[in-house]
């Protein structure tokens, strides 16, 4: 099949094509919680779209003009961010290689900008990975590598959670504010949590938000400075028993939006490991969900890798289930 790839002029080009290549996607088909929404993305379009360095591109078939794929590739820095399920092609275009062109053809744009990195993200719904084969596909073959092992993304409903049934807390144990503790105090909690024994240095090593000191420090300056979303002190919390310290919670709730219900997101929990299996997570959790129910939380969200099945099997008995499926997709164009 002959095509012809452009840069789209207008948004509202972009965006006639975009809705023509999505169609096909099962979140642009069937609306879930949480998940992608049409209307969302396509403001978010709009706002990017006249950034400079941002690359918008719509591909066309030579004969009838009809639209058969488009990509988008936000700037920031050095770093381009595919657009979420692009390139977007129709099913029924998918095996006459017109993603890989719009791929290669952002590539050379790429360069000309001197951009070093392209990440992408896949988000599908849980248990259903015949829906990204071929995303993943296209990926792996135009160069780009997982950056580290599927997360899953966990969904609990408040009102069909009674956290008043939960597990009852360890003796004397205290759940205090973290207020008092320095970021730098929290990036250690969170080493030693996650990185002391072999079994956990396997799951987390390949994590650079956790692995990597720098980049663990920005991660909780960001939550602490509220970049995330709102995170008081409330959702700081540390359990200690008489003068240790035995683990700690961090949550935040991100802004309130007309596309999603309110909810709170677990950043990090972490137990030390001469301390588990006693209860503290799930007294933590317990505290925490207290902390979104009292802001009008109407569910919460946690996420972990699809490796880590002590964290999985904790979510679990608190109530979460499994929502989505979430891979990290990185290339080097240097």
């Given at each position: 099949?002959?095509?012809?790839?452009?840069?789209?002029?207008?948004?509202?080009?972009?965006?006639?094509?975009?809705?023509?290549?999505?169609?096909?996607?099962?979140?642009?088909?069937?609306?879930?919680?949480?998940?992608?929404?049409?209307?969302?993305?396509?403001?978010?379009?709009?706002?990017?779209?006249?950034?400079?360095?941002?690359?918008?591109?719509?591909?066309?078939?030579?004969?009838?003009?009809?639209?058969?794929?488009?990509?988008?590739?936000?700037?920031?820095?050095?770093?381009?961010?595919?657009?979420?399920?692009?390139?977007?092609?129709?099913?029924?275009?998918?095996?006459?290689?017109?993603?890989?062109?719009?791929?290669?053809?952002?590539?050379?744009?790429?360069?000309?900008?001197?951009?070093?990195?392209?990440?992408?993200?896949?988000?599908?719904?849980?248990?259903?990975?015949?829906?990204?084969?071929?995303?993943?596909?296209?990926?792996?073959?135009?160069?780009?590598?997982?950056?580290?092992?599927?997360?899953?993304?966990?969904?609990?409903?408040?009102?069909?959670?009674?956290?008043?049934?939960?597990?009852?807390?360890?003796?004397?144990?205290?759940?205090?504010?973290?207020?008092?503790?320095?970021?730098?105090?929290?990036?250690?909690?969170?080493?030693?949590?996650?990185?002391?024994?072999?079994?956990?240095?396997?799951?987390?090593?390949?994590?650079?938000?956790?692995?990597?000191?720098?980049?663990?420090?920005?991660?909780?300056?960001?939550?602490?400075?509220?970049?995330?979303?709102?995170?008081?002190?409330?959702?700081?919390?540390?359990?200690?028993?008489?003068?240790?310290?035995?683990?700690?919670?961090?949550?935040?709730?991100?802004?309130?939006?007309?596309?999603?219900?309110?909810?709170?997101?677990?950043?990090?929990?972490?137990?030390?490991?001469?301390y588990r299996r006693k209860g503290i997570a799930t007294t933590l959790i317990t505290e925490i969900f207290k902390c979104f129910?009292?802001?009008?939380?109407?569910?919460?969200?946690?996420?972990?890798?699809?490796?880590?099945?002590?964290?999985?099997?904790?979510?679990?008995k608190m109530g979460y289930h499994p929502a989505f499926e979430l891979v990290d997709f990185e290339k080097s164009l240097v």
């Open positions: 099949m002959n095509f012809s790839i452009t840069k789209a002029e207008s948004a509202e080009e972009y965006l006639e094509a975009w809705k023509k290549a999505m169609r096909d996607t099962p979140w642009f088909r069937e609306r879930r919680p949480f998940d992608y929404h049409p209307d969302q993305m396509i403001e978010e379009i709009r706002l990017e779209f006249e950034k400079a360095g941002n690359i918008y591109l719509v591909a066309k078939s030579g004969r009838r003009e009809e639209t058969v794929g488009v990509l988008g590739v936000r700037l920031e820095g050095k770093v381009g961010t595919l657009g979420r399920w692009e390139p977007a092609v129709p099913l029924k275009y998918r095996d006459s290689q017109v993603g890989e062109a719009l791929l290669e053809e952002a590539f050379s744009r790429l360069h000309e900008r001197h951009v070093s990195n392209v990440n992408c993200m896949l988000k599908s719904a849980f248990n259903q990975p015949q829906t990204v084969i071929w995303h993943t596909r296209l990926y792996e073959k135009c160069g780009f590598t997982k950056k580290s092992p599927s997360s899953i993304m966990f969904l609990t409903d408040f009102s069909k959670v009674k956290i008043s049934k939960m597990l009852p807390r360890v003796a004397n144990l205290q759940i205090i504010d973290g207020s008092e503790f320095s970021l730098k105090e929290f990036a250690g909690f969170t080493q030693r949590a996650y990185m002391t024994t072999l079994e956990d240095r396997a799951v987390h090593l390949n994590d650079p938000f956790i692995s990597n000191a720098e980049n663990l420090l920005k991660t909780l300056e960001a939550l602490r400075e509220g970049k995330m979303g709102f995170s008081p002190p409330e959702c700081w919390l540390v359990a200690k028993l008489k003068d240790n310290i035995l683990g700690f919670i961090i949550g935040f709730m991100p802004k309130k939006s007309k596309y999603r219900p309110a909810h709170g997101v677990i950043g990090e929990l972490g137990v030390f490991p001469e129910r009292e802001f009008e939380c109407e569910y919460s969200i946690v996420s972990t890798l699809k490796t880590n099945e002590p964290a999985i099997s904790l979510y679990k």
